[in-house]
Structure formats: structure tokens, C-alpha cells
């Protein structure tokens, strides 16, 4: 399943609640629209999304289930619910917050359901090296750049450009692939980012988000 995404743009699909594009229907459309351009794969957010998507594409998807818990921080899959709910809804990948964020079960246990109980492949999003690192001694099968700048220990980064500092040390260190993901906003960084060695490149907001890409241009203009 991870090979079907090597060295190509996996596109991020995802509008919460409070966006204007919230809707599977808009989604399965955004990743329509995703393959037409070249992407590889899908990264989708919530069972309703997922399946919508799944539906009507053959592409592989990276599933995720965000629900922030009272009292934890983490926030992506937190739980074996949650990845129980990404799984049925067809994802071919299921990726989780593997930071040191405060989370309801632990993350020994939810990579063990996610890998043996359910049989998918684990993508670990990571803030820091000693994530990808414990990550890795967890058997995940492939870590993202994804939560850096966004983790109490690595938000005073307040980033807008990605993390290519972090995305070298995971390559230079880990065995498993590293997949760079976060802020990424044009084809340049992203090409970059293969030639330092990321596995593949998922890009979100840059393709999917219109008003992010709109600010973009409008604080552009102003100068
Ligand atoms: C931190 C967090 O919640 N990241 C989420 C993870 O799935 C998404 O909101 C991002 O859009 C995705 O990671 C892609 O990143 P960008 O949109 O910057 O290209």
C-alpha cells in the first residue's frame, strides 16, 4: 500500500466543522479533483468523509478521526475508537498523533490494535525527533512531519514554512520512511522535499483550503 504513494503528492482533504467546504460532498469532490491533477493518494479526516471518498476513488487513503477530548491534548485518532471508526469507513492507511501529548489510552496499545487487530498500515504524525524515534521502536510503519509547530513543545516554533530541520533528522535517523507533511504551500518546497529523502509529500491547505489560499493572496497584494 505504501509503495503506491512513493516519491508522489498525496493531497489532504479535510474541512472541519467551522469551514466553509465542511461537507463529505465537497470532499469526495476536492479528491476527485486531487487525482484528476496527479495525486497518488488521499489524506481525509472523519468516517463520513472517508467513506464518501472511498466510494468513488481507487486512490489509497490516509484516514484520521480529529476529536479533541476533554483533558488531552492529542488530537488526531486519539483512540482505538476512533481508528476502529477510520478503519470500517475504508482507509487504507491510519494515522495517529504519536506525540508526547496527553492522550486517553496509551500509545503502545492503540499502535497494537491498529496494526494487529485491525491489519492497516500505522502513519505516526510526529512533532519531534524523539517522536519518530519512539515511533519507530513502536513498529509504526512510516512517521509524517505533520504536528510539528502545533504541540505545546513545538508551537513557540510558530512556523509558516515547513519543517525541513525536523523532516532531515527523521530521515538521517529513522530506518522507516518519512513522509513531509505540514505548511508545505508550492511545488518548489515540496520537490525539496523529495530530494532530501521524504518518502512522499502530502499537501493540504495549498490545494484544499480556498480561504487560506485566498488570505495568501490578499495579505500577497496588500504588500
Ligand atoms: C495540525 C493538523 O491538524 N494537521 C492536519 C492533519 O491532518 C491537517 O489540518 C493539515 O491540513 C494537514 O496536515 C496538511 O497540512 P497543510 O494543510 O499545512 O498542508
New binding site residues.
Partial sequence: MLEKLKAGLVV?C?ALEDEPLHGPQFMERMAMAAKEGGAVGI?A?GPCDIRAIRASLDLPIIG?N?RKQPGFDAF?TPSMEDARLVHEAGADII?IDATTQSRPEPLEQLIDFIKNDLGKVVMA?VATLEDGIRAQQLACDVVGT??SG?TLETRQRNRKDPDFDLLRALISTLDIPVIA????HTPEQARDALRFGAFCV?????IT?PQEITRRFWEGMKG
Fill in positions: 489532504s479535510q489524506r479526516n484520521i480529529k488526531i494515522a504524525d505533520t504536528l502545533y507533511e505540514g505548511r508545505i502530502v499537501v493540504g491547505g495549498a483550503r
